[in-house]
């Protein structure tokens, strides 16, 4: 504001070193910008593009004076992008890329603050550790890519003006099958029927799902041998049947997922002798040792017997 100039004093304003004002004859057809009696600059209904940096010049004696306009602001404007791309829905990894990072971008004043959840799920220094991903502000960044980093990412951007928004992208990672979940050794008896189930998952789809036993592709046969293919707790499952166990059944048997990435494989035994014991639980009265054991056997047990070594011994004895 200048409360005094003399008759031969030019005043002129400029917007991002765009003459717009010049005494007070505007330079722009923007009729938002006026020229009030004291020399000031007005701008009515201020959009976003107003923006920048404002100067008023003073001549002959070319004394300036600038101002930069900066308006608070709402976050807008979010996006995720890998490299130079920008992602709208979905971003294909696979299990061999080594490292990959996003980053979330957002517009506003003040800067806005970005977070990150996924599945649902904030993440923070500990829990992403834990995934096998590291957070730096706006990048997160993935290393060693393995199955478990496929699903929805979140990006929320927030500065204290008006609501949060956010932005997801969901990555699909492919890779070569993964078996989760199946029993290295069944336990069964002559006449009994048995199931053994193999969890996998695979991204692309398996073009082959086979049960093998002695090398040889196992088929269904009516009544006595069925496999299933299905779903089951978020898995893919393929389950081999086998009705009235003979002894020429109990062989070791091989489930055998492929895609055009990969093959994974596992491998069951099927016996009549009890499964392996597994300690459920123990505590300790009265200077004594209780232990309470789970052992799969269809047949009656006749004997079991649990070994120890003590800290001061070096071979295994028998306690019963």
Not at 101 to 130: F, K, M
Not at 225 to 237: C, F, L, S, W, Y
Request: proline residues 5%; contains cysteine; neutral net charge.
């Amino acid at each position: 504001m200048l409360n005094q100039t003399r008759s031969n004093t030019i005043i002129i304003w400029y917007y991002n070193n765009k003459p717009i004002f010049q005494q007070l004859i505007r330079l722009i057809p923007d009729t938002r910008y006026e020229r009030s009696p004291d020399f000031s600059l007005v701008i009515d209904n201020v959009q976003l593009t107003d923006e920048g940096v404002y100067s008023c010049q003073l001549l002959p004696t070319n004394m300036t004076v600038k101002i930069e306009l900066q308006l608070l602001t709402p976050p807008r404007d979010v996006h995720i992008m890998h490299g130079s791309k920008t992602i709208n829905d979905t971003i294909e990894m696979h299990q061999r890329d080594r490292k990959v990072v996003l980053l979330c971008s957002a517009g506003g004043h003040p800067t806005p603050l970005i977070t990150w959840a996924y599945r649902g799920r904030h993440l923070d220094e500990e829990n992403s550790r834990q995934l096998g991903i590291k957070l730096r502000k706006e990048f997160l960044e993935i290393h060693e890519v393995k199955s478990q980093h496929a699903g929805d990412y979140e990006c929320m951007a927030q500065n204290g003006i008006g609501n949060p928004i956010s932005q997801t992208v969901t990555v699909v990672v492919k890779g070569s099958p993964i078996i989760h979940k199946h029993s290295s050794y069944i336990n069964t008896a002559i006449g009994e029927n048995v199931e053994m189930v193999c969890l996998y998952d695979s991204n692309p789809e398996p073009r082959k799902i086979q049960w093998i036993r002695n090398d040889e592709i196992v088929q269904p046969v009516p009544a006595q041998t069925v496999i299933t293919n299905d779903h089951h707790n978020h898995h893919n499952r393929t389950r081999l049947t086998i009705k009235n166990v003979q002894q020429k059944d109990l062989h070791a048997y091989y489930c055998k997922i492929e895609n055009e990435l990969g093959e994974a494989v596992s491998k069951t035994i099927l016996g009549l002798t009890p499964g392996g014991a597994h300690l459920i639980h123990s505590n300790s009265s009265d200077g004594l040792l209780h232990t309470w054991w789970k052992i799969h056997s269809i047949q009656q047990i006749s004997e079991m017997l649990v070994l120890y070594r003590g800290e001061n011994v070096s071979s295994k004895q028998d306690v019963l």
